[in-house]
């Protein structure tokens, strides 16, 4: 079995990723959920909308007079600022999750592997009458994913 992944994170490195993310939260108070039907339906700021943003307001700020008197330009360049500093932030943010996420699933794929390796020991050990290993089995078993854990009924 390969094992692409190899280390420990120590209880106070955990709490430390904890406490910095804790700040994240705490310095981004501001922060919202949306539903899926608002994702959905919100008009959407990209790489190639951002330019278009930009010169808009730039273009508002310079032409008051065809500026609508709904449309509020110091909400519209606060809202410009905001979303270029989130995107900022958001970045580096889903490159280092991606990472995370990517590493989280190999090592749970590697752990996995071992179990199923284990198991499939046990199972052959049980069979063979080694002592103790029947429950072992059993335990394992019953908490096998995709098993049901009781008996199916049988049919007469």
Same mark, same amino acid.
């Given at each position: ?35 899926? $039907?608002? &994702? ?13 943003? *930009?010169? #808009?307001? $730039? ?30 932030? %958001? &970045?580096?943010?889903?490159? %280092?999750?991606? &990472?995370?996420?990517?590493? *989280?699933? %190999? ?35 019953? &908490? ?11 049919? #007469?």
């Amino acid at each position: 079995m390969e094992n692409r992944v190899s280390f420990s994170i120590t209880p106070e490195v955990e709490q430390s990723i904890l406490d910095a993310i804790a700040q994240i939260e705490s310095d981004l108070p501001m922060l919202i959920n949306l539903s899926a $039907e608002d &994702r959905h339906d919100l008009p959407k700021m990209g790489d190639k909308t951002l330019a278009f943003v *930009t010169k #808009s307001l $730039e273009y508002a700020k310079q032409n008051p007079g065809v500026v609508p008197p709904f449309l509020n330009i110091p909400e519209f360049e606060k809202d410009v600022n905001a979303a270029t500093s989130m995107s900022k932030i %958001l &970045r580096p943010l889903k490159q %280092l999750l991606e &990472r995370i996420d990517d590493t *989280t699933m %190999l090592t749970g794929s590697e752990a996995y592997s071992a179990a199923l390796i284990f198991y499939g020991a046990v199972k052959g050990a049980a069979k063979a009458d080694v002592g103790g290993m029947k429950t072992v089995y059993d335990d394992l078993q019953s &908490r096998f994913p995709g098993r049901s854990k009781t008996a199916a009924p049988t049919q #007469s």
